[in-house]
């Protein structure tokens, strides 16, 4: 077995051992974890949670707030278990080994979260690693990701994930009916260039309208770097606010 790398994640705020051949978390994971807003006590699941960046930035964004990670994946989960010891948050994160579509949260929860595989048809991953198969293809649907996570939310609670923005069609479509006051945060690289991510949140139950907010741009016009904003977000020092 290949020895864990170690990173930091969110400005330092969090140390991560990573697998050095399987899914490296990033800008996806950063940006999921600034949307989660927990109160104090509040309690949150997230599906799929790998070696758990946005987990654990999540719970260092939301002190307070008690937080699963649901991970299939054995070498993935105990990478995660790890972590949460490294980055002392054994008192308010737990590990469960387990199917997150399957599981079962008692009481319902106040947020679920995640960054689901962004494929569902295997003649379109192309995974460099057979590692990242697992974290980029999506057996079940998006669909029952979705769906799932509604079902593990109390009424009021709130869905939150990011995807890309193609699959916006199907993000929407499980939602209907279930969910409102959607938030969908399109993420563009340049400024005016397509947005390639969207970050949705949704409450369950609500009626309210869906909002369309202004596009988080990553980079200035020219060059690799982050803009201002995009910089403060990866390292802790920022939120979106997708709900007010």
Same mark, same amino acid.
């Not at 930035?57 to 994946?73: F, M, Q």
């Not at 649907?141 to 996570?149: C, D, N, R």
């Given at each position: 077995?290949?020895?864990?790398?170690?990173?930091?994640?969110?400005?330092?705020?969090?140390?991560?051992?990573?697998?050095?051949?399987?899914?490296?978390?990033?800008?996806?994971?950063?940006?999921?974890?600034?949307?989660?807003?927990?109160?104090?006590?509040?309690?949150?699941?997230?599906?799929?949670?790998?070696? =758990?960046?946005?987990?654990?930035? #999540?719970?260092?964004?939301?002190?307070?707030?008690?937080?699963? =990670?649901?991970?299939? *994946?054995?070498? #993935?989960?105990?990478?995660?278990?790890?972590?949460?010891?490294?980055?002392?948050?054994?008192?308010?994160?737990?590990?469960?080994?387990?199917?997150?579509? #399957?599981?079962?949260?008692?009481?319902?929860?106040?947020?679920?979260?995640?960054?689901?595989?962004?494929?569902? *048809?295997?003649?379109?991953?192309?995974?460099?690693?057979?590692?990242?198969?697992? %974290?980029?293809?999506?057996?079940?649907?998006?669909?029952?990701?979705?769906? %799932?996570?509604?079902?593990?939310?109390?009424?009021?609670?709130?869905?939150?994930?990011?995807?890309?923005?193609?699959?916006?069609?199907?993000?929407?479509?499980?939602?209907?009916?279930?969910?409102?006051?959607?938030?969908?945060?399109?993420?563009? =690289?340049?400024?005016?260039?397509?947005?390639?991510?969207?970050?949705?949140?949704?409450?369950?139950?609500?009626? %309210?309208?869906?909002?369309?907010?202004?596009?988080?741009?990553?980079?200035? *016009?020219?060059?690799? %770097?982050?803009?201002?904003?995009?910089?403060?977000?990866?390292?802790?020092?920022?939120?979106?606010?997708?709900?007010?």
């Amino acid at each position: 077995m290949s020895t864990p790398v170690l990173n930091a994640f969110l400005g330092g705020k969090i140390q991560l051992h990573q697998a050095p051949d399987g899914y490296r978390a990033g800008l996806d994971a950063a940006l999921l974890a600034a949307a989660i807003h927990l109160k104090p006590g509040a309690r949150a699941a997230e599906f799929g949670c790998g070696a =758990g960046a946005a987990l654990l930035g #999540a719970a260092v964004l939301n002190p307070g707030a008690r937080l699963t =990670g649901l991970e299939r *994946d054995g070498g #993935a989960a105990a990478l995660a278990r790890s972590n949460t010891d490294l980055n002392a948050l054994t008192d308010r994160v737990e590990i469960v080994e387990a199917d997150a579509l #399957a599981w079962r949260a008692d009481p319902p929860l106040d947020a679920v979260f995640f960054n689901p595989p962004f494929f569902d *048809d295997p003649k379109a991953l192309r995974a460099p690693k057979a590692g990242k198969t697992g %974290a980029w293809m999506n057996e079940a649907g998006l669909a029952a990701w979705i769906e %799932a996570g509604l079902r593990r939310l109390k009424e009021g609670g709130v869905l939150t994930l990011v995807h890309r923005a193609d699959a916006l069609p199907a993000i929407l479509a499980p939602l209907e009916g279930r969910a409102g006051d959607i938030a969908v945060l399109p993420v563009q =690289g340049r400024d005016g260039a397509p947005a390639k991510r969207v970050i949705v949140a949704a409450r369950k139950v609500s009626k %309210a309208p869906l909002r369309l907010l202004a596009p988080l741009v990553l980079h200035p *016009d020219a060059g690799s %770097a982050y803009t201002s904003r995009a910089q403060a977000l990866l390292k802790g020092e920022a939120r979106l606010a997708l709900h007010p």
